[in-house]
């Protein structure tokens, strides 16, 4: 099982576990094809997975928490529906998604937690 962090258009944040195929997990989780994005203010290696049609689909929720990680407040661009939070690691075939390990898990549920973030992202 890898662990990730899940963050709902609704502001719910919480470490998911999910089985391989990793892609098809990742997924159901955001509700659509998939697209890696970089949040600001984390370093790599992490990587925020979102729904890559997110915006173009009926009734779709902004996720005030993921759009301030991408930098909403700054070029406007908001994320729409559920995210995930992962790693990105090197491998012999290039970028591949990875595990959260517990100790990053913490580090970034602690950075989220004192953000500052303002209601309205609309």
């Known amino acids: 099982m890898m662990k990730f962090i899940k963050i709902t258009s609704e502001g719910s944040i919480s470490t998911i576990e999910l089985r391989n195929p990793i892609y098809k997990s990742l997924q159901e989780e955001v509700g659509g094809y998939i697209e890696i994005v970089r949040p600001r203010g984390f370093d790599r290696p992490y990587c925020m997975i979102i729904d890559e049609e997110g915006l173009f689909k009926d009734g779709f929720k902004i996720n005030q928490i993921g759009s301030y990680l991408y930098g909403y407040h700054e070029h406007g661009q908001p994320i729409v529906g559920d995210v995930v939070i992962a790693k990105e690691i090197e491998t012999f075939q290039g970028r591949d998604i990875s595990t ?23």
């Open 100 to 122: 959260l390990q517990d100790e990053e898990i913490e580090e970034i549920l602690n950075f989220i937690k004192n953000l500052n973030i303002q209601e309205g992202v609309n």
